[in-house]
Structure formats: C-alpha cells, structure tokens
C-alpha cells in the first residue's frame, strides 16, 4: 500500500516572514526517515499505513504550533493499495510522456 500525502503547514499570527516555522515542520518531516520532497508549496511524504505518515504530519503541526498561535493546513491525501515508491513513480510516469511527445 502506499499512502502519498502532500500537505502545507503555516504559521499564523507571527507576522510576515514563516520559513523559520516551517523549516521545524520539514526537519519533522525528513527526520522521520520516510522518503519525502519539499518544494516551494507543498511537502509530500510516502508510507506504508495512514498511521505512519498522519502521525508525522501531525507532529510536524505541532512543531509548528510550538512557534504560533495559530496553524493552517492544507492536506491531500492519495491512498493505493498494491503501489509503492508512489513519489518516484508518478513523476517518472509524467517525465515519460513528455519525452514520448518531442
């Protein structure tokens, strides 16, 4: 099973600048030992059970909520029985069909 969850987490209430915050929720994140990637919106995270990857983006609210009052959380979840590696998988898939079109 692979369990693909992308999510944001945001500092509310601590002015302008959040990348000090946030930098807590991706140290959570790669901590955690389960493959992952971070870009400019988003950090996706890959497991085997919900469990496993809901209990770390609940921890990486929570580091975020240590510097915050308030926290916003974006969460998508994609959830497939029989896939894994889903994080390299679905991009290579996509990067295969742009080289079929040139």
């Known amino acids: 099973m692979s369990v693909l969850v992308a999510f944001s987490v945001s500092p509310m209430g601590t002015g302008e600048g959040v990348s000090e915050a946030v930098a807590e929720a991706v140290r959570v994140v790669r901590e955690s030992g389960l493959p992952n990637h971070t870009d400019a919106m988003f950090t996706v995270i890959e497991g085997d059970t919900w469990e496993q990857v809901m209990t770390v983006v609940h921890r990486a609210v929570e580091a975020v909520a240590a510097r915050a009052p308030r926290v916003s959380t974006v969460i998508k979840v ?25």
């Open 78 to 102: 994609d959830w497939r029985e029989g896939v894994s590696d889903a994080l390299t998988h679905k991009v290579q898939a996509v990067e295969r069909h742009l080289q079929s079109s040139d």
